[in-house]
């Protein structure tokens, strides 16, 4: 079960940035050339100024908007849109949420550079990123190992440089045969799901530098690391940190208990 999000998209990021420029440049032309130029042209002639064209007068409404939305959704906080359950029970097809993008550095708007580095991802964080096999793609899981972590997932637990993170089972998940425990990973509680008729897939993997092992809450139920291996440093997007608004597609109706809440 894959968790990539069918947010407005990575292309759009280009889109935005390309509308960005075309409006700052005719926003430009217009505020320095064509409008002194018509007001010249309006006093010579003793009338009131020309209006501009349609493009450039939509250059000059539209940049200050499309300027504000480009700069706080590349730097400040994006939004996205979570479609898949390999998350579940920390967040739910439905959730809108909200992501920190200055939390792991300032980065270029598009493409892979980073401006200033202010932060780096911690253990048990959950991230957004790129995903390795089709970058154009965003995907969210937890990071469970840094640059340099032995991994070792054994019968369902796991092991991060030798320390066991403690699992305490919490019962059935929703009347299903699905197992909710509350798992500790150095102090980040959060809650996971096992499918005891699944399988252990054990393994035992030491992240290389420059990159970042990623797991889903779902355990059983979740694509991530152990199938399409490690993320690079550089397709880090940021840290998910609100849940805004919660729709529940069953019921019809917003998921009011889950509006405002934090992300663990």
Not at 30 to 57: H, I, M, Y
Not at 141 to 170: A, F
Not at 180 to 188: A, C, F, K, L, S
Request: glycine share 10%; aromatic share 12%.
């Amino acid at each position: 079960m894959s968790s990539f999000f069918t947010h407005i998209g990575t292309d759009f990021a280009s889109i935005l940035f390309v509308l960005t420029i075309v409006t700052g440049v005719l926003w430009v032309l217009d505020r320095f050339k064509l409008e002194p130029a018509r007001k010249s042209v309006a006093a010579a002639a003793g009338t009131e100024p020309a209006k501009a064209n349609w493009l450039v007068d939509f250059g000059r409404q539209f940049f200050p908007v499309i300027a504000a939305v480009f700069l706080l959704r590349s730097f400040v906080v994006e939004p996205f849109r979570i479609p898949s359950g390999s998350m579940i029970p920390t967040l739910r097809v439905g959730d809108f949420i909200l992501v920190n993008r200055f939390a792991y550095g300032l980065r270029c708007p598009v493409g892979d550079c980073k401006l200033l580095a202010l932060g780096e991802p911690k253990r048990g964080d959950v991230v957004v990123f790129r995903y390795p096999v089709d970058p154009k793609m965003d995907f969210i899981k937890r990071v469970i190992g840094l640059p340099g972590d032995t991994v070792r997932y054994v019968g369902k637990q796991l092991t991060v440089n030798g320390q066991l993170l403690s699992q305490e089972l919490l019962g059935e998940f929703e009347g299903s045969p699905v197992l909710r425990y509350r798992e500790d990973y150095q102090g980040v509680v959060h809650e996971i799901l096992q499918n005891p008729d699944r399988p252990p897939q054990d393994f035992e993997f030491t992240v290389p530098e420059g990159q970042y092992f990623m797991m889903g809450d779902n355990r059983d139920g979740s694509s991530d690391s152990r199938y399409w291996g490690t993320v690079p440093e550089a397709y880090l997007k940021g840290r998910a940190f609100l849940i805004w608004m919660s729709w529940d597609a069953e019921a019809s109706r917003p998921a009011l208990s889950r509006i405002g809440g934090s992300i663990r």
